[in-house]
């Protein structure tokens, strides 16, 4: 709440973020009555400094005192988008696997884990496999069958988030190669 005997001419915040970078902007036109307010969206975690500053239209001015606030990360990580290609992959040729996945801070980590048509699994990291914000994998997979997967994202603060599970399957897709020989002399047997 700012009040004054005299028309008010600025009420401006100075705040101090928790990187060390310094802002100071006007609240002057944000107010309900004589309560002056910001409502501003902060990105960067942790501890911010902050005091209000009020000129009058005749020069006098006042600050109040100084006051904190914090901001935490508690928004886990955004997992979408995930795509199979092929969903159906011949033994021993590249499958991919992609994701689009966003953190409003920082990403720690993104793993695939994959379990195998016999339950043993793997598990490993897609972080620095990335184009923008999509992330991915291309492997060969040895073994004919349904394998099934998820994605987990993990962000600087510790919140995750796993997606759904999802499958693609693995199968000998290379038909039997037929070779027809003849014996020394040339005849087939049972050929005319």
Not at 73 to 96: A, F
Not at 115 to 136: E, W
Request: net charge negative; with cysteine.
């Amino acid at each position: 709440v700012v009040v004054d005997n005299v028309a008010l001419q600025d009420v401006r915040i100075n705040m101090t973020m928790p990187d060390g970078n310094y802002s100071n902007f006007s609240i002057f036109n944000n107010k309900t009555g004589d309560t002056y307010y910001c409502i501003k969206p902060y990105n960067i975690t942790g501890s911010y400094s902050f005091y209000i500053y009020a000129v009058d239209t005749s020069g006098n001015a006042n600050k109040s005192e100084e006051k904190q606030f914090t901001i935490d990360d508690i928004s886990p990580p955004s997992i979408s988008d995930i795509t199979v290609q092929p969903m159906v992959q011949n033994v021993g040729e590249n499958l991919n696997i992609s994701c689009f996945v966003v953190d409003n801070v920082a990403l720690d980590d993104i793993r695939v884990d994959i379990k195998f048509p016999d339950n043993s699994r793997i598990n490993f990291s897609i972080l620095d496999n990335k184009t923008g914000n999509v992330y991915y994998t291309n492997r060969t997979y040895p073994d004919e069958g349904t394998y099934s997967f998820y994605i987990y994202a993990v962000d600087t603060s510790g919140n995750a988030n796993k997606s759904e599970d999802y499958t693609f399957q693995i199968k000998d897709l290379n038909p039997p190669r037929v070779k027809i020989t003849a014996p020394k002399g040339g005849d087939i047997v049972g050929g005319k």
